[in-house]
């Protein structure tokens, strides 16, 4: 089994940055595409960020110029850095890895997900 687990999510003054990580763990072969989505209260899930293993790169419009996305490969981590925050960027922050297990089945995972608050 393979599982993500996010941390660096909290409360942010506008204006402010916040890093977000997420590793994966388990019985691991190769990590594809990893990404970062999010959902605030009362709307649907949005895509944030996404990463290929090999560091190509795709952004929502509304976070492009403010949000990175990186990997590590050798440590199967995916980071989000969030600058010039907004409250509108509040929201649940999961991030997204398409796995192939060392028994060279691929699946999607989903990490729990890590709460950001921006407010004053």
């Known amino acids: 089994q393979v599982q993500l687990v996010e941390s660096g999510g909290g409360l942010v003054q506008p204006g402010g940055s916040l890093r977000l990580s997420c590793a994966a763990s388990?019985?691991?072969?190769?990590?594809?595409?990893m990404g970062w989505y999010r959902q605030a209260p009362g709307k649907q899930r949005e895509l944030v960020a996404t990463?290929?293993?090999?560091?190509?790169?795709n952004y929502a419009d509304s976070v492009k110029g403010r949000f990175t996305i990186s990997r590590d490969n050798a440590k199967n981590t995916v980071y989000l850095q969030m600058n010039s925050l907004t409250p509108e960027d509040t929201a649940v922050y999961r991030c997204?890895?398409?796995?192939?297990?060392?028994?060279?089945?691929?699946?999607?995972?989903w990490g729990q997900g890590t709460q950001v608050t921006v407010s004053s």
């Open positions: 997204n890895a398409y796995v192939t297990s060392s028994r060279y089945t691929s699946s999607e995972f």
């Open positions: 388990g019985s691991i072969y190769r990590i594809g595409v």
């Open positions: 990463v290929s293993s090999g560091g190509s790169t």
